[in-house]
Each structure stands twice: as structure tokens, then as C-alpha cells.
Nanobody, 127 residues
Framework: QAQLVESGGGSVKAGSSLRLSCSVS????????VGWFRQIPGEEREGVAA????????FYSDSVKGRFIISEDIADSTVYLQMNDLRPEDTAMYYC????????????????????WGQGTQVTVSS
């Protein structure tokens, strides 16, 4: 049973940092890529970062490049999103996701490239 569980969200002031965690379980996705997305009500999910697990291949959207860092702990099967210098526009529900296969069937930043999703964790940044 593939499962992703996010944690680490919260309410912070602009300029602060947060680290989100995505616990990945299930043999079906144990080595598959993981992406982090965010979503504001009424808008589409935006891919912000992704990692090809077990490699140094990392991907970032322009909106977070230089501020967010994606990493993984292979032993704990956890993917992290370190978010630094947070801004009010980073406020969103954050999700982690994984495709069924070992590679994406579409661009990493598109929600349709993923099959399994976590329940999300809220990040709120105040000015």
C-alpha cells in the first residue's frame, strides 16, 4: 500500500524557516521520485520541488529556487522540504506526491505526472 504523509507545516512570520517532512511507505513507490506541490484554494497545484530518490537530481520552480531545498533521508524513507526566507506568497497547502513508475510520465512540476498524494500540511506566512 503506497502512502505519503506530510508534516511540519505551521504559521510563521515572513523571513522565517520551516521544514516539511514527507514520510513515504509502500514497496510500490519506495524508489520512485517525490515531488512537493502547493495549492491555494481555487487554484491549480503548483509543483515547487522534486527529487529523483537515491540521486543528486533535484528540481525547483523559479518561485522557490534559492530559498527551498529538497532532500531525503534514505534510511528513514523521508523526503524533506527546507523552506527558508518564507514570504506571504508561500502561504498554501503543501502536498508531497509520487508517480507509480520510477520516472515521471510528464513534466515533474505537473500534478498529472503523479499518482499518489499525501493529505497535505498547511503553511501560513504572515507579513
Amino acid at each position: 500500500q503506497a502512502q505519503l504523509v506530510e508534516s511540519g507545516g505551521g504559521s510563521v512570520k515572513a523571513g522565517s524557516s520551516l521544514r516539511l517532512s514527507c514520510s513515504v511507505s509502500g514497496d510500490a513507490i519506495s524508489r520512485n521520485p517525490v515531488g512537493w506541490f502547493r495549492q491555494i484554494p481555487g487554484e491549480e497545484r503548483e509543483g515547487v520541488a522534486a527529487i529523483i530518490r537515491g540521486t543528486s537530481f533535484l528540481f525547483y520552480s523559479d518561485s522557490v529556487k534559492g530559498r527551498f531545498i529538497i532532500s531525503e533521508d534514505i534510511a528513514d524513507s523521508t523526503v524533506y522540504l527546507q523552506m527558508n526566507d518564507l514570504r506571504p506568497e508561500d502561504t498554501a497547502m503543501y502536498y508531497c506526491a509520487s508517480p507509480k513508475q520510477r520516472t515521471w510520465r510528464d513534466q515533474w512540476y505537473l500534478a498529472r505526472a503523479y499518482d499518489y498524494w499525501g493529505q497535505g500540511t498547511q503553511v501560513t506566512v504572515s507579513s
